[in-house]
């Protein structure tokens, strides 16, 4: 126990981790929880990776839509085409986290899914973070590649229940944070079976399957889990919905929220960040039984040792 | 290996799922299959139990349609209450699988998940099945129960595809198939998160989120497995989507149809069963490279001992 997160500090956030999983693996004890109920709900953007200066799906989306403005100049003339070729993050942020994922969709329309995937996979072989100076799979924050690590070794199925794409995520979900594709749930397009010449593939259409943020994300969890978790991690206003319903189950319960207070490390924000503000859950964290862990305080290290 | 799917006679379709699993489970051998790989999905209705004379969450819901009627007696004579109160099989049948699953899933609207979850088990618990005069949970094949245990000692995850509600199924799942809530995918309705007193619950809505037939099978199988099986189980035309998009897929793969032609130990029916007729599919097995079951021969037990 005591090697486990290794880069977690040892404060009230560590402690109440650990406590809980002491809680409800041990046979017999009064918060015991048997392995199937162990289910553990993580947000994706700002809570495993760094979604700062942008989320890092937005950035991807940046390339298509660079393509698709030298196929048809016209678009580069149009919003919001022209502040993402911009970069222009005061239009951007305007757009509100819905309004920029869907953006993001949008411009994918008509891809297969696999073909998708293989462009998300390409891209994050190439790409690199703007700040941080490495690959995206390198923008994953190492306390919680350990907290996700220590929660399987302790029976936990972990899931990411995020407002980011799902066929993003699940392109490299298995390998960076050692999640199923069947574990990832996030926002979606509608799918459509496409035959051609005998065979099948999954087509990604226009329309908005379900956008997975605030109270869609216990839906979703509904939907796709159809058990209530033990333990839930956010970062946002976003995830008030997911962490307040993961604590009125019964039973032992925690819920956490990263708050991101580290301007040396990573970048210090909270209800500043338009496009994902966190206002309303960090100032009733308390009263709603949510545990804050603080970036500068709770983590000894943010990022994995640059390869 | 001998002694597994004791229920199935030593025949070609006991023999193709043997291989098969030998052939994906051996290391280092051309259809080596790495475990995260082995999905395998089975429709439910027909496949994993009993679908004769009606689906049994059509049954089900017969019990609140009268209850309904009691309480509002107009109801009575308005179909499709009618036809359900009065049995009348030929006007069910007239309204389509889909037609009868969206009533079975309309007369629960606005309900919680738990507590229409806490109403299928008490039904199941007390509710015997009309003609083999069992509880419906002693309904289920017994050669299908062997073989996802027979998968999951494999290495395989048992995944559920079914047009049946998916709360429904979820409710005995993993006590009856050992499949657990987050395995099962289904019909669903849309869910939404409902605050009352701090307290959090989630309502099933009148509104459908997707009917899992024909080709909305292997889109829900992108959306919630993100990955294409390579075993897939089925019984009629409404599942020759999922399986033909399973053997579409690279490597070595195996399509399995339960035709149902023993009227002696269970019901003999295919394209005449009007609510989810066996037709094309059937027609067309060996075109296709679906392994056709026969109950009548290949499954030397049908259902568990009766208890």
Known sequence: MTQ?????TDGAARRAIVDFVAAVTTPGGPDFAPAPERIAVFDNDGTLWCEQPLQVQVLFSH?????????????????????????????????????????????????????????????MASARHPRLERPYAQTVYQPQL?????????????????????????????????????????????????????????????????????????????????????????????????????LDGPGRRLALLVHHDDDVRESAYDRDFKLSPLTDTLDRAAEFGIQVVSVKDDWAQVFPPAR
């Open 4 to 8: 486990s997160l290794p880069s977690w």
């Open 63 to 123: 390339d298509r839509a660079s393509a698709m403005a030298m196929a048809d100049p016209s678009l580069a003339q149009r919003q919001p085409f022209k502040a993402f070729l911009e970069h222009d993050l005061a239009t951007i942020h305007a757009l509100g986290k819905q309004g920029v994922f869907e953006f993001a969709f949008a411009i994918h329309a008509g891809m297969s899914v696999d073909a998708f995937q293989d462009e998300v996979r390409q891209w």
């Open 146 to 246: 350990e907290l996700l690590a220590y929660l399987r070794e302790n029976g936990f199925k972990t899931f990411i229940v995020s407002g980011g794409g799902v066929d993003f995520m699940r392109a490299f979900a298995e390998q960076v944070y050692g999640v199923p594709p069947e574990q990832v749930i996030g926002s979606s397009v509608q799918l459509e079976l496409r035959e051609a010449g005998g065979h099948f593939e999954l087509m990604k259409l226009a329309q908005l399957g379900s956008f997975d943020d605030r109270a869609v994300k216990p839906a979703n969890i509904g939907l796709h889990i159809g058990r209530r978790p033990i333990l839930a991690f956010g970062n946002s206003d976003g995830d008030q919905a997911m962490l307040r319903y993961t």
